[in-house]
Every structure is written in structure tokens, then in C-alpha cells.
């Protein structure tokens, strides 16, 4: 569906925050990362992020899947519930979600106002709010939100890392870290251990801990350490190693459900009996309703009259996968399913902090062709010809076109011409400025 203008209200809003720092769209070395800022802001708002019980997500791929997923089978549960998400496809509001449903606009620009109106107090009195950024904002505006609509749940899903990340102000009850790569190095260390140790930093005394590592993974050792020193549970998933990425979600979700009805969580079902909550919520229209855009998500394309031949469309499969065990994981789930065939013609943005080298090595084992491209939306992209120069000297077919909606034009033809698919990967904000093209919006 398209999406519509934002309200006056909102856009107003929108206007003033953007005058705060950004550091989505700024070279990750430059990061100022620290919750003081937060925690005034928190407590000049009547600390709204105390007012719900909260599940906090960390991990280097699947949180948002993972909250999405937590989020629905709450909402079955019968509670109400929020969903506070990073970053949007298409439109700001996607980060908060309430009652399963995005939240609206104006809601959005009163509690942005509000926030603000805590921001410029803070920057009155020169204390530690007038440092917020862009970032702060919004997740305290998410947290008003909550408040106002009276939510019991709000599953919170980090931004980055998890320690100084500006969700942490909240208590969750369940910490979750779903794995660990390696992916912004320059803030969070530069091995899966030390980004273990900055992810885990959501765990605090009484919560309990929810992981896919096993506690003989490196990583995973940090994990279990932190636990032990803070006398925390921790629960962890037992799949097989070739489990589909849907399929490692779900049993970690499970595992937490399963964790919530031990510990008294229960539900009153239509036939009026009470039951534990537990992995039973997980039912098949819960799963599908937890689908987010841009992961693993399936268009097909109608092909131009002058590129038929024998088909009136072109699959396109989209996913936001940007570090490498992620984009493997995705391309071998799609190659093993059978809703594709033939060739993979891939559209690549990538941003400059992303391990270009690791990205392309997977992508070189899988897709016949590529199309690089940059995706403005981040700020801090690596150049199309730089990624081709990159691919070129790995032996990879490719080409760069540095306009998304030009490159997804020559991938579409290169890929009707082999009758195979295509993958647009490497930035969510690549997907976003594809998706529409693709819906034929």
C-alpha cells in the first residue's frame, strides 16, 4: 500500500527534531553513545519508561524479527502491548507500534512536542539532556506513547549495541541477544566477544537471559560470564545448525513464552479456562502477522511487454541483510526453498561500516550477477564503484549504477534476459527506496 504524507502535526514535529543530531546517518566513528542524556529526558517526562513490563532485544541480525514475533503473540495472549523498532522502511511511525498497529500521526507529533519541550528545559538548566540526539528523542517519544495508551507489554528493540544504546534506560524482564557478528567495530569492539560483552550490557539483576549461543561459542561464554556475575537465568535455544532463520526465531521466542508461563503468565482462552502462556501462542496466522517489510519479504514484478518471454512477471525477494553469516543465511534459505529458480541478479547498497569484503565473498557464491548501488538514505554509503572495483577483483559479474530505481531497471533486464530473480539486499533504506517501485506504487 502506498504511504501516505505525514500530518501537518507530524511534519512540524519531524522538522524540529531533525534539528538534533542524527547518528544513523553519520559516520559511526563520530558516535556519541551514553544514557545520561536519557535518563534526564526520562526524568523530566515523569519517567514514562517505567510505566510497562519489557522485553528488550538485542543482537547483530533478527531483532527485528524477533520483536515483531514477540509482539504478536502477546497481543494473543489478549495484552495490550507496544513495539518500539529500529530503523523504519518507509516512515518513522513504523518504529512504534501499538496494539499491532502502527502508531498515528498525530499521537507521534504530541509526544515528539513533549519530548522536546524536555530537550530545550534541559538545555535551559545545562544538564544532561540538552546532549540528546535524534535518536533519544524518538525512543523517549515511543516511551510516552506507551505510557499514554496504557500498555502492560512493550517489547523494546535496540538500536545499537545494547549498553549505551538509548533503550536502556527501560528494566527488561527478559533480555534477549540473538547472536552476534561482527558489525560496527568502531563502537562496539572489534571481536564477537567484546560486541558480546557491549550487547549483554541490556541484562540487569532479576531479568533473565534469552539466547541462540551455545555456551561453548565464544561469544556465548561472555554471555553465560555476565549472567553469572549478575545471578541471572538463562535460557537457550537447541536447534540444529542448518535451522532456517524463521525457524531459529520462532524456537527463541518459544523458549521466552515458554519462560513467561513458568512464571505464573497466563492466558484465559475462549473456552474460558486459564492457561500458561507458552510456545502454543506461536500458531500460524500469529507467525504470519509478525511478517515485517523488507525481511525475506516476496513481490512479483510485471515485466515490461519488451522483456516477457514466457513469463508476465519476475520474482523479487528483498532482505535487509547486512553483514555476512546474515546475507548466507538468507541466500541459503532462499535456495533451498523452491519459490525461486534460475539465476540471482542481487541490487547491493552497502553502508561504509559494513565489512564490504565478508558481504561480497558470500554474495559471489550465489548470485550470478550484481548491480551496485547506493542507498542515500544513510548518509554514509559505500560507493557503487568502489563495491564493483571490489567485486570485479573477486571475479564476480557486476556492474555500478549509483541510482537505486536505475540499478533495480538494469537488474530487472539482465535478470528477465537469464530468467532468473532478484535480491535486493545489503540496507534497509535501500529496500526503502525500492519497495515502492517494486508494490507498483
Known amino acids: ?162 549498553r549505551l544504546d538509548s533503550t536502556n ?20 569492539g572489534i571481536t564477537r566477544e567484546a560486541i558480546a560483552g557491549e550487547k549483554v550490557g541490556i541484562l540487569k539483576p532479576g531479568a533473565t537471559l534469552a539466547t541462540t549461543l551455545a555456551i ?36 527463541l521466542v518459544g523458549l521466552v513464552f515458554d519462560h513467561l508461563g513458568r512464571q505464573g503468565e497466563s492466558v484465559q482462552t475462549a473456552s474460558e479456562k486459564v492457561q500458561p502462556v507458552g510456545a502454543w501462542l506461536l500458531e500460524p496466522a500469529v507467525i504470519d502477522k509478525a511478517r515485517l517489510p523488507g525481511r525475506m519479504e516476496r513481490f512479483d514484478l ?35 526453498s523452491s519459490s525461486v529458480s534460475g539465476d540471482c541478479v542481487a541490487v547491493v547498497a552497502l553502508a561504509s561500516d559494513k565489512d564490504a569484503r565478508g558481504f561480497l565473498n558470500v554474495l559471489s557464491r550465489y548470485v550470478a550477477h550484481a548491480v551496485f548501488t547506493e542507498a542515500s538514505g544513510s548518509g554514509r554509503a559505500h560507493a557503487a564503484t568502489e563495491l564493483e572495483a571490489l567485486a570485479i577483483s573477486m571475479g564476480m559479474a557486476c556492474e555500478a549504477e549509483p541510482n537505486p530505481q536505475k540499478a533495480l531497471h538494469h537488474a530487472v533486464a539482465k535478470a528477465a534476459e537469464r530468467g532468473g530473480w532478484i535480491l535486493v539486499t545489503g540496507s534497509l533504506y535501500l529496500v526503502g527506496a525500492l519497495r515502492g517501485t517494486v508494490q507498483g506504487v
Open 216 to 251: 561453548d561459542d565464544a561469544a556465548g561464554k561472555v554471555l553465560q560470564q555476565r549472567a553469572d556475575e549478575l545471578g541471572c537465568q538463562v535460557l537457550r535455544t537447541d536447534l540444529p545448525e542448518d535451522a532456517t532463520i524463521a525457524e531459529t526465531n520462532i524456537s
Open 169 to 188: 534506560v527501560v528494566f527488561g524482564e527478559v533480555a534477549i541477544v540473538t547472536n552476534i557478528g561482527l558489525e560496527h567495530t568502531e563502537i562496539l
Open 1 to 162: 500500500m502506498p504511504q501516505s504524507d505525514p500530518s501537518p502535526a507530524l511534519s512540524q514535529a519531524l522538522s524540529r527534531l531533525d534539528q538534533l543530531t542524527n547518528w544513523e546517518r553519520k559516520p559511526r566513528g563520530e558516535m556519541r553513545v551514553g544514557l545520561e542524556p536519557m535518563l534526564d529526558l526520562m526524568q523530566r517526562l515523569g519517567n514514562p519508561h517505567r510505566s510497562f513490563r519489557a522485553i528488550h532485544v538485542a543482537g547483530t541480525k533478527g531483532k527485528g524479527s524477533v520483536s515483531a514475533l514477540l509482539e504478536a503473540g502477546l497481543l494473543r495472549a489478549g495484552w495490550r502491548v507496544g513495539r518500539y523498532a529500529s530503523p523504519h522502511v518507509d516512515r518513522v511511525n513504523e518504529r512504534i507500534s501499538v496494539l499491532g498497529q502502527e502508531v498515528g500521526d498525530d499521537v507521534l507529533a504530541s509526544a515528539i512536542m513533549r519530548v522536546l519541550d524536555g530537550y530545550e528545559s534541559a538545555k535551559q538548566a545545562a544538564t544532561a539532556g540538552e546532549d540528546a540526539t535524534w535518536f533519544d528523542v524518538i525512543t523517549a517519544a515511543a516511551f510516552v506513547v506507551f505510557r499514554d495508551a496504557g500498555l502492560n507489554w512493550v517489547v523494546v528493540e535496540v538500536g545499537l549495541g545494547g
Open 302 to 336: 510485471a515485466l515490461p511487454s519488451t522483456l516477457r518471454s514466457g513469463r508476465q512477471s519476475l520474482p523479487v525477494i528483498m532482505d535487509g541483510a547486512h553483514v555476512p553469516f546474515n546475507i548466507e543465511a538468507v541466500l541459503r534459505d532462499i535456495t533451498r
